[in-house]
């Protein structure tokens, strides 16, 4: 999955299915954690996986009560690691900072799999030792509970009230700064002025079995967007000369499309490098009040006669120019 929508999608929600995670991906998981970067490569982080009903609930009595919902996660990991581990600078332990890092990658990467992982510091570390005979010399660092995302509604009363609290983040001027300690990092994300908005029509054999638009379709009305989008920026007659090439692609389905919806695709401009750029897309109702679905392409021009990427045109840039979203 993208990185972009890998960091969209992270959450620490509390309810879990209970459908087992398979040892592929507890692998897969564990691996990320293990590629982290490390202080002078000490890789100071150790990780206890439990993945038996048994195993899980013997940690009960080191969980903090308001933490008893990760029970009826199908995986817990224990996280813990020593000072002797660290890279021994006289300033900063980077055991627990390394063993963060390592715990960041192991939650993208279950995000990656399908799955959520909550971290938690809830719990009494002296007992966990205790229970599952880990040294005493270590420190339990976080507990993690992972599995795929359950129902809110299977949680109790004051869980629930926790999973429905809006998520909110300080504004990054209030946390980071721009050249000088005194200056507010002040950059800020602008939609672009302008979307290219096209009205899709459903044809008959855009419907599938079970009565609504076939998901493989969305992904044309995607292409017709692009292709209206061209064909108004840049002239029709200019079509056939914009020689880029689809390098990925990808879509999120939101709610179905039935025949006698109107939806729109509503399109702009993102993330202009040397040689691609994304196309951002919403299928929305024609009055943009309910979202279909939303995704993005990345675009790489090519120059054939070469057979390699080339730079985006300035063309393009300026011809694009009320779509591109802005960040000033
Ligand atoms: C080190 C650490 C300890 C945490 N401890 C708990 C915990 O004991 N119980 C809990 O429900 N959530 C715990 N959380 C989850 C945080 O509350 C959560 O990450 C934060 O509110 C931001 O929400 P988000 O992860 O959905 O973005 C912990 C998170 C971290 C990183």
């Known amino acids: 999955m993208e990185f972009m929508r890998i960091k969209e ?53 080191g ?3 308001g933490n008893y919902w990760a029970l009826k996660a199908p995986v817990i990991i224990v996280v813990f690691s020593k000072p002797e581990l660290d890279y021994q600078s006289e300033r900063i332990r980077y055991y627990t900072f390394d063993t963060g890092q390592a715990v960041m990658s192991l939650i993208y990467a279950a995000v990656d799999n399908g799955l959520m992982a909550h971290p938690m510091a809830g719990f009494s570390g ?10 005493p010399d270590m420190d339990v660092i976080v507990v993690i509970a992972l599995g795929y995302k359950g129902n809110i509604d299977e949680l109790d ?3 629930r009230k926790k999973d429905m609290k809006e998520r909110i ?9 721009f050249n000088d300690i005194g200056k507010p990092f002040a950059v800020e994300k602008r939609e672009p002025g302008r979307y290219f908005e096209t009205p899709v029509d459903i044809r008959f054999n855009d419907i599938d079995l079970i009565g609504h638009v076939n998901n493989a379709t969305f992904l044309t009305y995607f292409e017709e967007a692009r292709w209206k989008f061209f064909a108004e920026v840049f002239g029709r007659e200019n ?4 020689n880029f090439i689809i390098a990925s692609i ?6 179905p499309i ?47 006669s070469e057979n390699r990427p080339m730079k985006v045109p300035e063309e393009f840039i300026s011809k694009s120019a009320p779509y591109i979203e802005q960040y000033v």
């Open 63 to 65: 969980l903090a009560e």
């Open 157 to 159: 009363e004051a869980t």
């Open 250 to 255: 990808n879509i999120d389905y939101v709610n």
């Open 239 to 242: 079509i056939t000369k914009l």
């Open 169 to 177: 983040r300080k504004p990054l001027s209030e946390i980071a700064y």
């Open 258 to 304: 039935f025949p006698l919806d109107e939806p729109l695709v509503r399109m702009w401009v993102s993330d202009i490098g040397r040689t691609s750029f994304r196309f951002n897309y919403r299928i929305v109702s024609k009055d943009g009040s309910k979202l279909f679905a939303s995704g993005s392409s990345v675009q790489v021009f090519y120059d054939y």
């Open 126 to 135: 002296e007992k966990i030792k205790e229970i599952f005979g880990i040294p």
């Open 9 to 61: 999608l992270r959450e620490s929600k509390r309810a879990f299915r209970p459908d087992k995670v398979s040892r592929e991906k507890i692998y897969k998981i564990l691996d990320a954690a293990r590629w982290s970067p490390s202080a002078a490569n000490m890789q100071p982080a150790r990780f206890l996986v439990l993945d038996t009903e048994e195993t899980i609930q013997k940690i009960k009595p």
